[in-house]
């Protein structure tokens, strides 16, 4: 009786230890199973994008022409790039008035587009495909092509203004008028966030609208009152995204301006400047340089809308 009681405890404490080592063994087979297939995804990351990106860094401090070996100069390409170069300061400046433009209008027509499909019509789907090809397409080579013919000397725009008897003018050879036609580009590509935007239009209950009703709200008093504050968070998220894009805006620049940024660098982006530095005059390292302030500026206005969304972002019941 004695022996059998003292074999139990024995037992019980011995066999959850053997099951214990086992389900050890099987989570170690298990988490050597999972690196090995995030092995590509390690490697890629190293290689492809840490990598670069400390090379990059080293190389914006460094006097490099991708022909010879790079020098090390220091801040001598940040000093440059505020004090020499004013074209650098146009590029930026060029930049910061088509994001500041162009992002608020782009938004503004997704939001009223997104706000007229809400309304239930008929055969939904297509018109959402539809009117999201041109963000499909917007950043395509051709459709830069295609722009830069229709508000040519010769396009449809001047055919258009000819039949009221309008004299129209080469709108993407003309310094006032260049930067223009590309922001009407940015805000023909209203697809994305219109989509995103419907989608969280219909996430807005309709019994908020029935109530304002009987309390007597109309459209204008709902829009404001119940669609706006509760798409804040939907508006914050476009906005991040379309300033990130817009900041890095090249491929119609560098089609319309026919690689120049002209006319009188009027369409001189930043990534096209930093293009040129880099490709056509093989000043690498200025080039680095410059990609490593644009992430600067990227990264700081994205923080600064972080932090104040907290003053106007509404997430349910707080602000």
Not at 252 to 267: E, K, L, R, Y
Request: aromatic fraction near 14%.
């Amino acid at each position: 009786m004695a022996d059998s009681v003292a074999v139990k405890p024995r037992d019980a404490v011995t066999e959850p230890a053997r099951g214990g080592h086992r389900s050890t063994k099987r989570s170690r087979r298990e988490a050597r199973a999972a690196y090995l297939f995030l092995a590509p995804w390690f490697a890629g990351l190293l290689v492809i994008t840490i990598g670069p990106i400390v090379a990059s860094l080293y190389l914006s401090f460094t006097d490099y022409s991708l022909l010879d070996e790079a020098t090390w100069v220091g801040w001598d390409n940040y000093v440059r790039m505020f004090t020499q170069d004013p074209r650098f300061l146009n590029s930026l400046w060029v930049t910061t008035v088509y994001v500041v433009v162009s992002v608020p209008m782009q938004l503004a027509f997704a939001l009223a587009l997104a706000l007229v499909l809400d309304r239930g019509l008929r055969g939904l789907p297509i018109y959402r495909s539809i009117f999201y090809l041109p963000s499909l397409l917007g950043g395509s080579v051709a459709i830069a092509i295609l722009w830069r013919k229709v508000f040519g000397a010769d396009g449809l725009v001047n055919a258009v203004l000819a039949i009221f008897g309008i004299q129209g003018t080469g709108w993407v050879a003309h310094p006032d008028y260049a930067l223009g036609t590309l922001i009407l580009l940015h805000v023909w590509t209203f697809g994305a966030p219109m989509i995103i935007f419907l989608a969280g239009l219909r996430q807005i209950p309709s019994s908020y609208y029935e109530a304002a009703a009987v309390d007597g709200a109309g459209p204008v008093r709902q829009f404001r009152a119940i669609t706006l504050p509760l798409l804040t968070p939907i508006i914050f998220f476009n906005l991040v995204l379309e300033l990130i894009k817009s900041f890095q805006s090249f491929t119609q620049a560098f089609i319309v301006s026919n690689g120049s940024g002209g006319p009188a660098d009027s369409t001189l982006f930043y990534t096209l400047y930093l293009y040129l530095q880099g490709f056509r005059d093989y000043d690498m390292g200025y080039a680095a340089a410059m990609a490593w302030v644009l992430m600067l500026i990227i990264a700081g206005l994205t923080a600064v809308n972080f932090l104040a969304s907290k003053y106007w972002v509404f997430y349910g019941d707080t602000k």
